[in-house]
């Protein structure tokens, strides 16, 4: 129940998402706004994820659940208000700091922009650094309701974020503005988002802290275990968004639209993961903190419980993804405007390269999430910086001769960069899996359902595939026929699924018990 509503709130923020970067998408396409834009955007969103969820996730959540589970409700209180202190002081200084650098900021992540995209780039960076210490304020208030079992309020939160990108601007352009005066104006949207997005959480999170002021002159025993598993949750925080920085500052040395397709191709990509794992790790990780005293087995048994529910959505959009990524480029992004065929192909080719190692991304966090729940911070973080390093190397290497493919005046650089990524994370699969078996005597990655995950995904192709045959090359660049081929996929994936009994949804089940109920009432 309590990943259901988690994934809930996820899907709502993330289709609100997905209709922000189509009015980014269909305003400045692939070009150079579009590059700003998406630099702009990665740079102060690693602060953000170094000092938010995820790191609080790991650090502050396993810490609060188990006071609450101990019936210290006051001490739990009192340990939130002092690290909303500390993060507050974090954030506000590292804000203030990455406004005033912005300029070498610019010069550093992607030193191959020419003087119109990096002067863009530094204007916006200006803005989303405080919006960025706005939002990590607000994954303070998610760890909270998570741990309060409010976890649609928590994940529904950031759908404002989005709305007020999406109603700037509209507004904007309604207006006249055009270009960069354009693009500022959606900036602006963003800012406004933040604090909306942490006002509406407030509310809910002020009735469980008692409305006492945060803060406190000498840190708590338990607020000092949460700042000794900080610095290791943002070391394994900071290998991702390393990793993110390096792609963005390698994908500048391409030719123009790289970053933009990176961008374009990373929310696509991401929404699974968000639904299928963020779901259960969200919802499981107050729960492996409170079978941390149960015992290892009790672990063991929900990290591979949460694997299965995760494993096929995981396969059934990476196989989607490598299939149909023109078709879902097509479907998502080609509204008209400023995003056409072109940049559908270009974008596409990265979504499949990035959906290569989607599996392994997924399930690498769920495993992450155990080792969290353990006390062990450091581990993960360890293993991701190597994973960082060979994605580097793998991505430097593919990048160039991918490049020389050309779809219209994009390179297919991109591709290799994501390609690269793709490799690392099954690494990381492989070394988390190792050390966590080590540690609980052993964790299947593959169970009885599993060959039905596959043959799922199996039939959902060939379904998409022979939809895909009806039509013409060009209509398929058309959002009918685009349609049509997905929905073929996602029918006949779901429906293999739910007859196999491989699917974590278990439609036919919950129709049943539906079906029950209401005969029992009429009676």
């Keep these: 129940m309590a990943a259901r509503r988690v994934a809930f709130g996820i899907v709502v923020s993330r289709m609100l998402g997905i209709v922000r970067e189509q009015v980014l998408a269909f305003y400045f396409g692939g070009g150079a706004l579009a590059d ?157 988002g933040g604090v909306l997005q942490f006002a509406f959480q407030l509310p809910f999170v002020v009735r469980h802290l008692r409305g006492a002021a945060p803060g406190g002159r000498r840190l708590r025993p338990e607020t000092r275990t949460v700042v000794s598993n900080f610095f290791p949750a943002v070391a394994a925080r900071g290998a991702a968004n390393i990793s993110g920085l390096i792609d963005t500052r390698l994908a500048s040395a391409l030719l123009p639209g790289a970053v933009a397709h990176l961008r374009y191709a990373t929310t696509l990509y991401l929404v699974p993961i968000a639904l299928f794992v963020h779901s259960v790790t969200a919802a499981a990780l107050p729960d492996l903190a409170r079978d941390r005293v149960a015992g290892l087995e009790a672990v063991r048994e929900r990290t591979e419980r949460a694997i299965r529910t995760a494993m096929f959505g995981l396969v059934a959009a990476s196989v989607g993804f490598l299939l149909f990524r023109e078709e879902v480029m097509t479907a998502v992004y080609v509204l008209g405007g400023e995003f056409g065929r072109n940049e ?65 005046s994009y390179g297919l650089g991109a591709a290799g960069l994501a390609l690269g990524s793709a490799v690392a994370r099954w690494l990381e699969l492989a070394l988390l899996r190792a050390r966590l078996a080590r540690r609980l005597g052993g964790v299947s990655l593959w169970s009885s359902g599993a060959a039905g ?55 036919r089940a919950r129709a049943q018990a539906l079906f029950a109920r209401r005969r029992d009432r009429d009676r």
């Design 453 to 507: 995950v596959l043959v799922a995904a199996g039939a959902g192709a060939a379904a998409g595939l022979g939809v895909q045959a009806l039509f013409q090359q060009e209509a398929l660049f058309r959002q009918g026929p685009a349609l049509a081929v997905l929905l073929a996929y996602a029918i006949a994936c779901l429906g293999t699924g739910e007859a196999l009994g491989s699917s974590p949804f278990r439609l």
């Design 344 to 408: 559908a192909t270009a974008a596409g080719w990265v979504l499949a390269a990035y959906a290569a190692g989607l599996p392994a991304t997924g399930m690498s966090r769920v495993l992450a999430a155990s080792f969290h729940g353990l006390g062990d911070t450091r581990t993960p973080a360890r293993i991701a910086l190597l994973a960082v390093a060979v994605g580097a190397l793998a991505g430097l290497g593919l990048m160039f001769p991918f490049d020389n493919f050309t779809v219209g």
């Design 36 to 192: 700003a834009w998406a630099a702009a955007t990665r740079i102060p969103g690693a602060l953000q994820s170094l000092l938010g969820e995820g790191t609080l996730s790991a650090s502050f959540v396993p810490v609060y659940a188990r006071l609450l589970q101990q019936g210290r409700e006051d001490e739990a209180a009192r340990v939130a208000r002092s690290v909303l202190g500390l993060l507050a002081a974090a954030a506000g200084l590292l804000a203030l700091v990455g406004y005033l650098a912005a300029p070498w900021l610019v010069a550093l992540f992607v030193s191959d922009f020419d003087e119109y995209r990096a002067g863009v780039t530094t204007t916006l960076l200006r803005l989303f650094f405080p919006m960025s210490a706005v939002l990590i304020l607000s994954a303070w208030t998610l760890g909270i309701l998570n741990s309060h079992g409010r976890f649609f309020t928590a994940y529904v939160a950031p759908a404002l974020w989005n709305v007020a990108i999406v109603a700037a601007v509209v507004a904007a352009a309604a207006s006249g503005l055009l270009g960069v005066d354009l693009m500022i104006a959606m900036a602006w949207g963003a800012v406004a």
